[in-house]
Nanobody, 121 residues
Framework: QVQLVESGGAMVQAGGSLRLSCAAS????????MGWYRQAPGKQRDLVAR???????NYADSVKGRFTISRDNAKNTVYLQMNSLKPEDTAVYYC???????????????WGQGTQVTVSS
């Protein structure tokens, strides 16, 4: 199986910074796209940022210029550097990865358990 474990969530004041990490482990042949999503109470889960195996990125408009996604392919880890945090960034942040466990398998979607980010005003 494949496990995604997030870390780095915390409570921070508006204007502060946090760095989230997500490490994938288990039976992994390759990982295609990795990404971060977030879900605020009563709202749907939305894309925050994602990064391809080659390093191409895209971001939600609401976080452009403030958040940076990166990955370390050797460690099967994706990061999200969050700067200039706002109260509206408060949510549970979920890691996502498209993983192929063996050479002959297609990619499958995996999710982490989520990490809480709370930004106080």
């Amino acid at each position: 199986q494949v496990q995604l474990v997030e870390s780095g969530g915390a409570m921070v004041q508006a204007g502060g910074s946090l760095r989230l990490s997500c490490a994938a482990s288990g039976t992994i042949f390759s990982i295609n796209t990795m990404g971060w999503y977030r879900q605020a109470p009563g709202k749907q889960r939305d894309l925050v940022a994602r990064i391809s195996m080659a390093g191409s990125t895209n971001y939600a408009d609401s976080v452009k210029g403030r958040f940076t996604i990166s990955r370390d392919n050797a460690k099967n880890t994706v990061y999200l550097q969050m700067n200039s945090l706002k109260p509206e960034d408060t949510a549970v942040y979920y890691c996502n990865a498209d993983v192929r466990r063996w050479a002959y398998e297609t990619y499958h979607d995996y999710w982490g358990q989520g990490t809480q980010v709370t930004v106080s005003s």
